[in-house]
């Protein structure tokens, strides 16, 4: 059965169902962090997307079967005074990485991102994720950098 990538309607049970499953499976990952989302996070998780105007989400799905998730929000470059589309999730149940479905959803994300007239797509991932890495690699994305002799940036954090 061939692969499907579909928006997901935060209102639609299956999608809601799919959706959760799939971030859940990620945070449970080692690359995720390890440890699944909290009960109140699953509970409200669709319903805060669906408030975010600029959140846009897709499902792999082969048949029934949801595989994949990418979770994407629309930010804004000053640099270029255009939108940009920074892909927050990608996630791809174990069994059906390395299989084509991560590229199918980051060619979403770009097709999204192309039609809302965005600049640039971004992403984070951790340097340790060599698959994730390659991944992200061969479908375009480099190292951000504005001058090599100033270095590459940096994602960094501060919980509040």
């Known amino acids: ?12 049970p299956s999608h809601r169902t799919a959706l959760v499953m ?4 990620y945070a449970r990952d080692p690359m995720g962090g390890g440890a699944g989302l909290p009960q109140d996070v699953k509970d409200r998780l669709c319903d805060d997307l669906a408030a975010q105007p600029l959140a846009a ?3 792999a799905w082969l048949g029934d079967a949801p595989v994949g ?9 000053s640099f270029k005074a255009q939108p940009l589309m920074n892909i927050h999730d990608i996630a791809v149940l174990p069994d ?4 084509g479905v991560g590229q199918a ?4 994300a770009e097709q999204h991102a ?13 340097t340790g994720n060599a698959r994730a890495l390659s991944s992200y690699q061969r479908f375009g994305f480099a190292p951000y950098r504005l001058d090599p002799a100033a270095g590459q ?3 960094m954090q501060k919980w509040l």
């Not at 998730?69 to 470059?77: A, P, R």
């Not at 059906?96 to 299989?99: C, L, P, S």
């Open 1 to 12: 059965m061939p692969l499907q990538i579909r928006p997901v309607d935060y209102t639609l």
């Open 22 to 25: 799939l971030l859940d499976a």
């Open 57 to 59: 989400s897709f499902i």
């Open 69 to 77: 998730l990418i979770n994407c929000f629309e930010g804004y470059s």
């Open 96 to 99: 059906h990485r390395g299989t």
């Open 105 to 108: 959803l980051l060619a979403a």
């Open 114 to 126: 192309r039609a809302r007239g965005c600049c640039k797509l971004t992403l984070e991932v951790l």
């Open 153 to 155: 940036a940096s994602f």
